[in-house]
């Protein structure tokens, strides 16, 4: 199994969705891994760089062409593109995910690009709430009874989020790609939730 991370970013992507999950996986509480267990690789419609949101151009590494069938996990990062004609071009990307059993990551709008196409209708999972779920999803979205209004779920190799759970979007791909031990995990989680100067009182 390769041991490279696939972010997916389209157009007007959400930067700070990224932050937690690729920095765990770079690097530990003192400086870059010197031998990371995965690798941190960029996957854009075209090779051309991407912009965020906030108008910070990402160079991929792959294009949709030219991206490996081979690699640790599939994240999908939310934003605007989620709602473009761009888009349909990741269904079969995660079609064939799903059926080769990789890890697949969707937060934000790409949780409701999930609902859309079917992808949620046998997993427990969360997003934007179920009402944006349902609305993105229409009768593709058969799976009401499986969302759970949580920050983050992981069910079955699929883990969703909403776009404030940067953090515990993060945290559970971590664990499901057993990226460190469960204690060191959950020990980044609350330092960056907590925060220092509450985690370490005067």
Same mark, same amino acid.
């Given at each position: 199994?390769?041991?490279?991370?696939?972010?997916? +970013? +389209?157009?007007?992507?959400?930067?700070?969705?990224?932050?937690?999950?690729?920095?765990?996986?770079?690097?530990?509480?003192?400086?870059?891994?010197?031998?990371?267990?995965?690798?941190?690789?960029?996957?854009?419609?075209?090779?051309?760089?991407?912009?965020?949101?906030?108008?910070?151009?990402?160079?991929?590494?792959?294009?949709?062409?030219?991206?490996?069938?081979?690699?640790?996990?599939?994240?999908?990062?939310?934003?605007?593109?989620?709602?473009?004609?761009?888009?349909?071009?990741?269904?079969?990307?995660?079609?064939?995910?799903?059926?080769?059993?990789?890890?697949?990551?969707?937060?934000?709008?790409?949780?409701?690009?999930?609902?859309?196409?079917?992808?949620?209708?046998?997993?427990?999972?969360?997003?934007?709430?179920?009402?944006?779920?349902?609305?993105?999803?229409?009768?593709?979205?058969?799976?009401?009874?499986?969302?759970?209004?949580?920050?983050?779920?992981?069910?079955?190799?699929?883990?969703?989020?909403?776009?404030?759970?940067?953090?515990?979007?993060?945290?559970?791909?971590?664990? +499901?790609?057993?990226?460190?031990?469960?204690?060191?995990?959950?020990?980044?989680?609350?330092?960056?939730?907590?925060?220092?100067?509450?985690?370490?009182?005067?």
């Amino acid at each position: 199994m390769s041991n490279e991370i696939l972010y997916l +970013l +389209l157009p007007d992507y959400a930067a700070h969705e990224i932050v937690y999950l690729s920095q765990a996986v770079a690097s530990d509480e003192f400086a870059l891994k010197e031998n990371p267990k995965y690798v941190n690789k960029v996957v854009a419609p075209t090779l051309e760089p991407v912009k965020s949101i906030g108008g910070f151009r990402t160079l991929p590494d792959y294009s949709f062409a030219t991206m490996p069938d081979d690699y640790a996990a599939l994240v999908l990062i939310g934003g605007f593109g989620w709602g473009t004609p761009v888009a349909d071009s990741v269904v079969p990307i995660v079609r064939k995910a799903i059926e080769k059993g990789k890890i697949v990551g969707a937060i934000c709008n790409a949780a409701s690009f999930m609902a859309k196409h079917g992808f949620l209708n046998t997993v427990r999972h969360t997003g934007n709430g179920l009402e944006q779920l349902k609305l993105w999803g229409g009768d593709n979205y058969t799976n009401a009874n499986g969302y759970v209004h949580a920050q983050a779920v992981s069910d079955k190799g699929i883990v969703t989020a909403n776009g404030s759970a940067t953090l515990e979007f993060a945290k559970e791909l971590l664990l +499901l790609l057993e990226n460190d031990t469960p204690e060191r995990i959950e020990m980044y989680y609350q330092f960056n939730k907590l925060g220092f100067c509450n985690l370490f009182p005067n």
